[in-house]
């Protein structure tokens, strides 16, 4: 795939992107409710460029808070090209970026009545998870230490809304939403507590709050 510039290949993506999320699949729309449900932060048709091939690809549901991604397959995907390609993309997640990935069937998500993320999570190579959540203790301490530095009491209950998905997510202390983001740069979610709201999500301290801030978007 050849781009004549950084423009092109960021409206290719978009492009791309807005594609996939325009496709209605009955399975997809189950688990988006599903999650939903659960109060799990996703992002639909997560991009991620693989420099060995100049390709990019998409994740199914992204899952920051577990670094996982959680892809739904089709009867399609038993077939043997379609599985080298799937093995190939976890391979790269996992190599060039520390994603894991779990692979749900298509009849599995229609018997699912609720969601286990957790269980989900276990479902990774016990080698994996503790890859990946080394690298979040190691971020967990940096946030930390940012936070102490500003004065700012990181136990403090949270209500997040994701304007990708429309959600509302209530966290137990602002270090655990800070983490289901996974923003790279800590000043970012803390202008994000500090009322901004120019970033993929709005933070409050309590429903009503966010419901306000809410309506003063709309304005």
């Keep these: ?25 009955e399975c997809q729309e189950r688990f988006k409710r599903l999650l939903k449900k659960a109060n799990v932060l996703y992002i639909r048709e997560s991009p991620r460029f693989k420099m060995n091939t100049g390709e990019f690809c998409f994740m199914d549901f992204y899952i920051p808070y577990y670094k996982l991604d959680i892809e739904l397959d089709g009867k399609q995907h038993r077939d043997i090209e379609h599985f080298k390609r799937d093995v190939e993309k976890s391979e790269f997640l996992w190599n060039d970026e520390h994603i894991a990935t779990v692979r749900i069937s298509n009849e599995k998500v229609r018997e699912l009545q609720r969601l286990d993320i ?15 959540e080394r690298e979040l203790l ?4 940096g946030w930390l230490n940012f936070y102490k530095y500003n004065e700012f009491d990181v136990n403090t209950p949270i209500w997040l809304y994701s304007k990708e998905n429309f959600q509302f997510l ?8 800070q983490r289901a983001c996974l923003l790279s740069d800590d000043k970012k979610f803390y202008d994000i507590l500090e009322g901004e709201t120019k970033y993929n999500f ?15 978007l709309k304005k």
């Design 118 to 132: 957790q269980a989900i999570w276990e479902c990774v190579d016990r080698e994996k998870r503790n890859v990946i």
């Design 170 to 177: 209530q966290y137990n202390n602002v270090i655990e939403a």
């Design 1 to 25: 795939m050849q781009y004549k510039s950084m423009d092109n290949i960021q409206q290719w993506v978009f492009t791309k992107r807005r594609e996939l999320l325009s496709q209605k699949i």
């Design 202 to 216: 709005i933070a409050a301290f309590g429903e009503d709050e966010l419901n306000e801030m809410l309506e003063d």
């Design 138 to 141: 190691q971020r967990r301490e």
